[in-house]
């Protein structure tokens, strides 16, 4: 069943780069400063940013109010005099700046602004009511602007700027989407994977992460649920693969090998004493001076065997060594592998090793299979 805390909560008061990011952004604020963030990327779950600042600010401060607004080009102080309905007592003979500030009526807020476009207007406006906020007694008001884009300009004491992906990382987003997966009916293996292949899906789109998971099911087939854009996706597929499947192949190997310790080291002693070793009707010679890697060098320890290899043997049988023209094949396996359940597990670890090892995705039903969801 999934969590019923909502993944805006989980995002900002379970992950460590988000609750690193609101903690920094008070800091500063709790310390007179105005803090620029830069918010190249998204911010996930935005809407619910402010508030949680302001949470926080009010435990210090019971006093502080929250004014959010989106920048829609306008003059920012001729924006603000008309957000609280100032426009009867401004006289043109000041600065928006200079009224704002000797009337107090920013006092005690924190001005959210969302900019989309170019913030130098709004960044000017704030060096210039800092600087009438020195000539006079009234409390200031403070800004936290979220933008886009931020211009190389030189900061004062009051100003700070910070980029969210200082403190947000993969991680993080890695960690969120494991917290969003909570559901006792899947296995832990099948938990890891569904997180890397979300997380790989909307490449660190924390929003998109939780509807994904919140409606993807473990054996919903990735080709169908993309349709045309499938092939779009099957890189991002493979690298979650990779991440994910290619250890379980690697854990599973070591295990089979474990098991077949004592039949894997006969085989490797057979082949090494049998000389030049010819297989199937073509005759081609495939041993010579025992069993060797990808690297041609000579496999001696069971620990050395790859899951391919273990699949080859297990399909070879047992001959004498004769002339090439006269192959004498015995009945026994080099590799006998007696547990059906287990020769059907080394295929399907050999078939999801190679598919991955050159770049192919796995079927659902190998993928299933691997994780013991079947």
């Known amino acids: ?4 805390i909502s993944p805006s909560e989980i995002w900002w008061n379970k992950v460590p780069g988000s609750i690193r990011l ?22 996930p779950f935005g809407d619910s940013f402010p508030e949680r600042v302001v949470k926080e600010l009010r435990v ?3 006093s502080v109010r929250l004014e959010s607004m989106v920048d829609t080009g ?12 100032q426009e009867a007592h ?3 003979h000041m600065s928006y700046a200079a009224f704002l500030n000797q009337n107090g009526t920013l006092t005690d807020r924190l001005i959210h602004v969302v900019i989309e476009g170019d913030s130098r207007l709004w960044i000017n406006f704030i060096k210039e009511y800092i600087k009438e906020c020195k000539t006079c007694s009234v409390s200031k008001g403070l800004f936290l602007l979220e933008a886009s884009s931020l211009p190389m300009v030189p900061l004062t004491k009051s100003e700070r700027t910070l980029r969210c992906h200082d403190f947000v990382t993969e991680y993080d987003t890695l960690l969120f989407a494991g917290l969003i997966l909570d559901n006792n009916t899947i ?3 099948s938990k890891r994977y569904i997180t890397a292949l979300s997380v790989s899906f909307f490449n660190g789109d924390a929003e998109m992460i939780a509807d994904f998971i919140q409606n993807f099911k473990i054996y919903d087939d990735p080709e169908v649920l993309f349709g045309s854009q499938f092939s779009d996706i099957a890189q991002r597929i493979w690298i979650a693969q990779v991440q994910e499947l290619f250890p379980v192949v690697v854990r599973e190997t070591h ?5 077949l310790r004592e039949e894997i080291q006969v085989a490797l002693d057979y082949i090494k004493s049998s000389g030049d070793f010819y297989v199937d009707y073509q005759d081609r010679l495939i041993f010579k001076d025992g069993l060797l890697n990808a690297n041609s060098e000579p496999i001696e320890d069971p620990d050395e065997m790859e899951i391919g290899t273990l699949k080859f043997l297990s399909h070879l049988r047992r001959q004498e060594k004769l002339p090439y023209y006269a192959v004498n094949r015995t009945n026994e396996y080099l590799l006998y592998v007696s547990d059906p359940e287990l020769r059907k597990h080394i295929e399907l670890l050999s078939k999801v090793r190679n598919r991955i090892a050159h770049g192919k995705v796995c079927p659902v039903e ?9």
Do not use: W
């Open 74 to 85: 306008e003059a920012p102080g001729k924006l603000l005099v008309k957000m609280f309905n």
């Open 1 to 4: 069943m999934l969590n019923i």
């Open 60 to 62: 210090t401060d019971g």
């Open 90 to 92: 401004y006289r043109e």
């Open 255 to 259: 295990k089979i090998i474990n098991i």
């Open 366 to 374: 190998d993928v299933l299979a691997l994780l013991g969801e079947q």
């Open 187 to 189: 296995k832990h293996s």
């Open 22 to 43: 609101v903690a920094e952004v008070m800091n500063n604020l709790c310390n007179g400063r105005n803090v620029y963030l830069d918010a190249s990327e998204v911010i």
